[in-house]
């Protein structure tokens, strides 16, 4: 299983972006893709997951309003629509994959991609 990150650069703040995650390796659709970020000095945090197969999706609060998760499941791919970017969501974004849950935890993924920087500044 291989997870590739990217869309990741400098915003203004109130600015958008648009994060993609290849995945690539799994014999089926039953995973769910999530997205996780960590700002320097602090942990890594869930943001928004969803299940491949179902569509389903759930986020964290801080993301209800401003992320949004989609998938193009032809092209095996993942979204994390960012909108209205904030400074304090400068961080380190990664996709990560599960076969077992629809999960923001950390400790529920197996699969990791490198990350993509988000940068938030004027």
């Known amino acids: 299983v291989q997870l590739q990150a990217c869309g990741g650069g400098l915003v203004r703040p109130g600015g958008s972006l648009r994060l993609s995650c290849a995945a690539s390796g799994f014999e089926s659709d039953y995973y769910a893709i999530g997205w996780f970020r960590q700002a320097p000095g602090k942990g890594r945090e869930g943001v928004a997951c969803?299940?491949?197969?179902?569509?389903?999706?759930y986020y964290t609060d801080f993301a209800k309003d401003r992320f949004t998760i989609s998938r193009d499941s032809a092209r095996k791919m993942v979204y994390l629509q960012m909108n209205n970017l904030k400074p304090e969501d400068t961080a380190v974004y990664y996709c990560?994959?599960?076969?077992?849950?629809?999960?923001?935890?950390?400790?529920?993924?197996?699969?990791w991609g490198r990350g993509t920087q988000v940068t938030v500044s004027s």
């Open positions: 990560a994959a599960t076969r077992h849950t629809l999960s923001t935890s950390v400790s529920d993924y197996v699969y």
């Open positions: 969803l299940a491949v197969k179902a569509g389903r999706t």
